[in-house]
């Protein structure tokens, strides 16, 4: 595998479901980041990780939660979402802040309906 | 407060037809300003980086620059395989860490 990887690439879940995405990098990288893209809309970041630490919670509601257990894997575990959560979900890594390289390198994404 | 608009929001070219895009942008600190390319159902690919006004990037048919307040994506005779939503975003420095804000994007179809 090379670059970043996410699984599920589709993903159909009711409101009252629970379900995690997971996202890899084989990049080195030690940030990580959660974006939703929705028809239309500028890519939302939802939560950054440096070093496994979150530095980000954009005012994302807390039916979202992610999780970094270690610099190449990030999660993010959904429940109870609505329909307006419907939209992909993107991941990223980077070279963290401060490294000076900070080209964000993109996996294919999610492709989330909820209903 | 930190924005990027992109302009048109869709374009189609006939092969062979060059053309520009459109990133302004008005930021507090401009830390680099980035272009991706996005096909459709798959993750945005990184393209170009640029970090200071007067700067040129080259790949291929496709040349960005920048301004002070803006970035151009040229597109010189340009193939079908070259349709896709093209991407700006620009770094900034906010929250006390480096964030991208992007663009809503541009569209592009190139017709044979």
């Known amino acids: 595998e090379t670059g970043v990887t996410q699984t599920p690439r589709h993903l159909v879940m009711g409101m009252t479901n629970k379900k995690s995405l997971k996202c890899e990098q084989h990049l080195g990288h030690n940030a990580m980041y959660w974006y939703k893209q929705s028809a239309k809309k500028p890519l939302e970041l939802m939560f950054v990780y440096s070093l496994e630490e979150r530095v980000e919670n954009n005012s994302v509601p807390s039916r979202f939660s992610p999780e970094c257990p270690n610099s190449s894997h990030l999660f993010l575990h959904l429940h109870t979402l609505q329909p307006e959560d419907s939209a992909l979900y993107l991941c990223a890594s980077s070279q963290g802040p401060g490294t000076g390289s900070y080209e964000q390198y993109f996996g294919p994404g999610t492709r989330l309906t909820v209903t | 407060e930190d924005q990027v608009t992109q302009s048109p929001e869709a374009l189609r070219l006939q092969e062979g037809e060059s053309s520009s895009l459109n990133c302004s942008y008005t930021?507090?600190?401009?830390?680099?300003l980035f272009w991706y390319r996005q096909d459709p159902g798959k993750g945005p690919e990184f393209l170009f980086t640029?970090?200071?006004a007067g700067e040129e990037k080259e790949k291929e048919r496709l040349k960005a620059t920048l301004t002070k307040k803006e970035s151009f994506l040229h597109i010189t005779a340009p193939k079908p395989e070259d349709s896709a939503t093209y991407l700006c975003a620009v770094r900034v420095f906010s929250g006390g860490y480096n964030k991208l804000i992007f663009g809503a994007g541009t569209r592009l179809a190139v017709h044979p």
């Open positions: 640029l970090y200071s």
């Open positions: 930021v507090s600190g401009l830390r680099g």
